[in-house]
């Protein structure tokens, strides 16, 4: 997959004894769906990728002539959890209920969560965003005949959750 990259040469910020990481950080913030960053330094820069995967990139290292380094950082594919059960989730029907529950500690989301299901026709879909990935509520989900399937936002701020009302009662 090609990405469009922009590019930010710290080289000179670097020999001027100004530290890059607000303005690698500010870059960063600024790259648009589908963008990475094309980042030259004199050094490898290490530390910084392990704050990059963070924030949800990956990485390519390349030397350059002359000792310099070329990092370029490119958005990961959101990894997507999913039920055991869950069948071709591409093809679910649009959400029946949205519920924002960032704002709720647990286990206030997944009482919210199994108490909307409870009311929801069989093969319907509930879609709710959560400030964790609620652990807990999985294997109850699937205990009570429903599927799912779940990942965090580019951010990693908050879990996004689809879950499929399935046909068994608790």
Known sequence: MGFEYKELDVRPLLQAGVEPFVEIMTAVDGLGPGQGLRLLAPF??????????????????????????????????????????????????????????????????????????ESMPEGTVLFAVLSREPVFLFPELVKRGHQWVGNFDKAGTAFRLMIRRGGAKP
């Open 44 to 117: 490898k820069p290490q530390p910084l990728f392990s704050v990059m995967e963070r924030k949800g990139y990956l990485y390519e290292l390349s030397e350059l002539e002359g000792g310099d380094f070329e990092v370029r950082f490119f958005p990961k594919k959101p990894e997507v959890l999913a039920s055991e059960n869950a069948d071709d989730a591409d093809n679910w029907p649009d959400p029946m209920v949205e519920l924002d529950l960032t704002d709720l500690d647990p286990p206030q989301p997944m009482v919210k969560i199994l108490q909307a299901l």
